[in-house]
């Protein structure tokens, strides 16, 4: 069965580095997402990407992120200069249709920053 | 402020009985709802969605949509102590495409 994986699977940071999250979609979807979960708070909408350009963003995605899918599979996470409140798991999430609204999750990336 | 409820529990339900959660939201033009399940330190886990009014079945796992009461509800029967997670409810915001709201989760409990 066809998985959204993610890279690394830990990232420890200091503060004031950049930091770079990969994801692999699930290969016929067509939408794809960053969510992030601060430790024992809910899950938060970042980003959604489609057609190579960011569909919708949240306040959250502020001018420190940015998305980007360089190639045919990879979709990226930068977080640029950190900040200690961005330790958190970083989830990366596909889907097939924006009628459905379905979303697979990846395993998700914690990072860390120090 | 859209918000999704949940009771955060933790429910605990004794093995083979039915476990039900539950999940209001207050976004009236809301069109699609989701039961996630998290295991500790996992990723979220699509188990069901749901659209319409009324019931859906899937296995043990059955949602329950009310729009006029902006309720929505997951029931697992058979309970099995694999089961034991946090439910994540999560409904798409009415003006938007791809925004997903969340909320805080249900921690569920089979006792053996």
């Not at chain 1, 290969?27 to 430790?39: G, P, T």
């Not at chain 1, 360089?70 to 097939?96: H, Q, V, W």
């Not at chain 2, 069109?31 to 069901?48: A, D, H, N, T, V």
Request: with cysteine; proline share 4%.
């Amino acid at each position: 069965e066809p998985e959204v994986t993610q890279t690394p699977s830990h990232q420890v940071t200091q503060m004031g580095q950049e930091v770079i999250l990969r994801c692999v979609p699930i290969s016929n979807h067509l939408y794809f997402y960053w969510y992030r979960q601060i430790l024992g708070q809910k899950v938060e909408f970042l980003v959604s990407f489609y057609n190579n350009e960011i569909s919708e963003k949240s306040e959250i995605f502020d001018d420190q992120f940015s998305v980007e899918r360089p190639d045919g599979s990879n979709f990226t996470l930068k977080i640029r200069s950190t900040k200690l409140e961005d330790s958190a798991m970083y989830f990366c999430a596909s889907g097939r249709d924006r009628e459905t609204y379905e979303q697979y999750f990846g395993p998700g990336t914690r990072l860390t920053v120090t | 402020q859209k918000e999704v409820e949940q009771n955060s529990g933790p429910l605990s339900v004794p093995e083979g009985a039915i476990a039900s959660l539950n999940c209001t939201y207050s976004d009236r033009g809301s069109q699609s709802f989701f039961w996630y399940r998290q295991y500790s330190g996992k990723s979220p886990e699509l188990i069901m969605f749901i659209y319409s009014n009324g019931d859906k079945e899937d296995g043990r796992f059955t949602a329950q949509l009310n729009k006029a009461s902006q309720y929505v509800s997951l029931l697992i029967r058979d309970s099995q102590p694999s089961d034991s997670a946090t439910y994540l409810c999560a409904v798409n915001m009415g003006d938007s495409n791809y925004q997903l709201i969340w909320g805080a989760g249900t921690k569920l409990i089979i006792k053996p």
